[in-house]
């Protein structure tokens, strides 16, 4: 594979652009609050404590030899009650401060991961990498408000209560407050050995749900294709199968676990823990060896010394699943972002340039190796090839969606690395296959090319773009929002990002030529506002369809990630080479189909493509 090449692939980004700090960095800022709000749920812990030793000790007064005195009595009552509502107090406090730095940290991570997601390569993002920021901004920062928010301050009083109680337990009877430890120790014992080799069963827990999710969406998505071919049974079994093998899994997993996480829970439970206490300590008191009284607060605490163990399983859960959460935030913000141009450059004119350009996905394959290719300024380039060949590939490189491995792009003599991103796109335009339209006015959609078109510009390119008979039709007009007021076609939904596009009037463009599937009315559209589109400026165009492109000032045959070929249509047919056996090959299926029958004898729709050829028909109406 080769290596970067370009300097400055290894540039520093700009000040206002620092590369975004580890996780460690952003909880660092939060973890004052967090230290302050464990002491408060620790203070509260120990308080929740003290109204069950004062209720000890006011027994120790009720039960004694001599009549009790109120004026000992009223001091433990006010201390009861001032301790429990201290602890309510503090664990309030503690919670609030949490939350508030809980609040701070999603903050901090949201913009964090938003400056950075903002600088990943678009080509990583629309390749998948988008379902991993979604994952990341959304579920992954909930899981860490549970883990920082709740589980922090659960465990802090989880540790800290039962600690308190057996310090004063010891206080009271040691022999007791040893016995108190056995369902600890004991549960503890038994929960180890059910956990051991959980997180191998929670890796497969997961894998097992994966595959149910997946084969349901397979299902779903496939099920008209595999229904038509009478084949919907097959989908059907895959999902069974996944459902199956997800329920022998658990079934055998639960069952290997159950004795011993039942036992862990059952050896700490409270009513378990009191009998083997009041069994003891009535021994105890039987023989003499200590008092009824001092037998109290074993009834009241003792129970509260085992108790973390019936919960420490979800605790441990939160715990694995906030590290998980945190591993993918932190993969995520270290995920190299585009690098920036220190002092950015304006390109001098539409020229496209690219020499000696490789590009490699993996690192290892390369997709695309030593292409050369200009395209002068106010012409037409086609990209042809077979599949796979490295025409997406080779457009992305030249909008930036990633940077080349080797080699340079440049744009009126400037490399594109070395321009700003909004600089790019003024300068480049595109309209993919692809095409995405947001949750807005159709107006504000086409206003993306130039946010402060005027209506009429807005209109005007609309027009061009043969959509603003559609877009007058709707309801709300060009006030329509897309999605809930219309959902557009393929084609239409094509015909309103070429609008924006004309809107946004960049010299250069990048068509991704998606007329393949359309009908031959909305074909004819597309290819019309194609070619008002690409009149005047520098057009590089992905052909999938050979006759739509015969007019192109040049047409480059890709194979194999290389230029094979490349020249005129007529001088390609001459050649006898890539291109004339494409042609031959494209000529032949419209040839059979301009028999008028395809191949059930229906009769079959005559494709009527305008091409992107130069015509003065196709000049008009365009807004520059
Ligand atoms: N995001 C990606 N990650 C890894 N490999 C990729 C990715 N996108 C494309 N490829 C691979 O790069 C090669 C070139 O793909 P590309 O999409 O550029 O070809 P193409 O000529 O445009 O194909 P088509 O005409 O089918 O769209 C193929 O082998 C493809 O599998």
């Not at 952003?26 to 230290?35: A, E, K, M, P």
């Not at 913009?111 to 600088?119: D, E, F, K, N, S």
């Not at 390109?347 to 997709?367: A, C, E, L, N, T």
Request: contains cysteine; aromatic residues 4%.
């Amino acid at each position: 594979m080769r290596k970067p090449s370009h300097p400055v692939a290894n540039r520093p980004s700009p000040p206002d652009d620092t590369p975004p700090p580890p996780l460690r960095g952003i909880l660092r800022q939060v973890r004052g609050r967090l230290i302050t709000a464990v002491v408060l749920q620790a203070a509260a812990a120990v308080a929740g404590v003290t109204p069950f030793v004062a209720v000890a000790r006011i027994a120790v007064h009720l039960t004694g030899d001599s009549r009790p005195q109120a004026d000992d009595l009223w001091p433990l009552v006010t201390v009861a009650c001032v301790s429990g509502l201290t602890a309510l107090v503090l664990g309030s406090a503690a919670g609030f401060v949490s939350h508030i730095a809980d609040n701070d940290l999603q903050l901090a991570l949201r913009r964090r991961l938003a400056a950075h997601t903002g600088g990943l390569p678009l080509g990583w993002i629309s390749a998948g990498g988008a379902s991993q920021i979604k994952r990341a901004v959304q579920d992954d920062v909930r899981a860490l408000h549970t883990l920082v928010a709740h589980t922090l301050l659960d465990v802090t009083a989880l540790l800290v209560a039962p600690a308190a109680a057996l310090v004063y337990l010891f206080a009271v009877d040691w022999r007791l407050a040893l016995l108190s430890i056995l369902p600890l120790a004991l549960g503890a014992y038994l929960f180890g050995r059910a956990m051991s080799g959980a997180a191998a069963q929670m890796a497969e827990y997961g894998a097992a749900l994966g595959r149910i999710s997946s084969t349901a969406v397979e299902y779903v998505t496939g099920i008209a294709v595999l229904k038509t071919f009478g084949r919907g049974r097959k989908g059907h079994d895959r999902f069974l199968t996944a459902t199956d093998g997800f329920a022998d899994f658990f079934t055998t997993w639960v069952r290997t676990t159950l004795v011993t996480s039942t036992g862990a829970l059952l050896v700490v439970s409270p009513v378990l823990v009191l009998l083997l206490l009041a069994t003891a300590g009535t021994v105890l008191v039987a023989n003499g060896w200590m008092t009824g009284a001092d037998l109290v607060p074993f009834m009241l605490l003792g129970p509260a010394v085992a108790a973390p163990m019936s919960v420490v399983g979800t605790r441990v859960q939160q715990i694995r699943a906030g590290q998980a959460a945190a591993a993918r935030i932190s993969a995520l913000l270290g995920r190299p972002a585009l690098p920036q141009a220190d002092k950015p450059l304006t390109p001098k004119g539409s020229r496209v340039s690219m020499r000696g350009v490789s590009f490699s996905y993996d690192g290892h394959i390369d997709v695309l190796s030593g292409v050369d290719l200009d395209l002068k300024p106010g012409t037409i380039t086609a990209l042809v090839g077979p599949s796979g060949s490295g025409k997406s590939t080779l457009a992305s490189l030249l909008l930036r969606f990633q940077d080349v491995t080797a080699g340079a792009v440049t744009i009126g003599g400037v490399d594109v690395r070395h321009m700003s991103s909004a600089c790019l796109y003024q300068n480049v335009g595109f309209v993919l296959q692809d095409v995405r339209l947001l949750h807005a006015s159709v107006a504000d959609n086409i206003r993306l090319g130039r946010p402060t078109a005027t209506d009429e510009e807005v209109e005007r390119a609309a027009r061009a773009a043969q959509i603003h008979d559609r877009i007058a039709a709707l309801p709300d007009g060009y006030a329509t929002e897309v999605g809930t007021g219309v959902t557009f076609s393929g084609g239409e939904a094509q015909r309103v990002s070429i609008a924006r596009a004309l809107l946004a009037d960049a010299p250069v463009l990048v068509l991704d030529e998606a007329t393949a599937h359309a009908d031959p009315h909305s074909e004819a559209l597309i290819q019309t506002a194609l070619s008002t589109l690409a009149a005047g400026r520098t057009v590089l165009v992905i052909a999938h369809r050979l006759s739509t492109i015969r007019q192109a000032d040049q047409i480059v045959v890709l194979d194999g990630g290389r230029v094979a070929e490349r020249g005129g249509h007529e001088e390609l047919l001459v050649a006898g080479g890539r291109y004339a056996s494409l042609w031959k090959a494209q000529s032949t299926g419209r040839n059979a189909q301009s028999t008028g029958r395809d191949e059930t004898g229906e009769q079959a729709p005559v494709p009527s493509p305008a091409g992107l050829g130069r015509s003065d028909d196709a000049r008009e109406g365009t807004p520059r």
